[in-house]
């Protein structure tokens, strides 16, 4: 079941709500159906991201003395 945004045209609260097909969610404040779904972005946690090593000045191995440093170039 997908996570859904919406704000309430009743009372403008707004909320997340788990939506199956079938269901008609309804405002949690006020009980109003009268609901303006809105659009989600996704997050993405720092921590799932892979960590890429420091790029340096030859923009290869991050050698802090600079190009050919490394014996790369």
Request: glycine share 8%.
């Given at each position: 079941?997908?996570?859904?945004?919406y704000?309430?045209?009743?009372?403008d609260h707004?909320?997340?709500?788990?939506?199956?097909?079938?269901?008609e969610?309804?405002?949690?404040t006020?009980?109003?159906?009268d609901?303006?779904?809105?659009?989600?972005v996704?997050?993405?946690n720092?921590?799932?991201a892979p960590?890429?090593p420091?790029?340096?000045?030859?923009g290869?191995c991050?050698?802090?003395r600079?190009p050919?440093?490394?014996?790369?170039?």
């Amino acid at each position: 079941m997908p996570i859904f945004e919406y704000v309430c045209r009743g009372c403008d609260h707004r909320f997340e709500k788990l939506v199956s097909a079938s269901s008609e969610p309804e405002c949690p404040t006020c009980r109003s159906r009268d609901l303006a779904r809105q659009l989600s972005v996704f997050a993405v946690n720092a921590k799932s991201a892979p960590e890429r090593p420091a790029v340096g000045p030859c923009g290869t191995c991050g050698d802090p003395r600079g190009p050919g440093s490394c014996s790369r170039n």
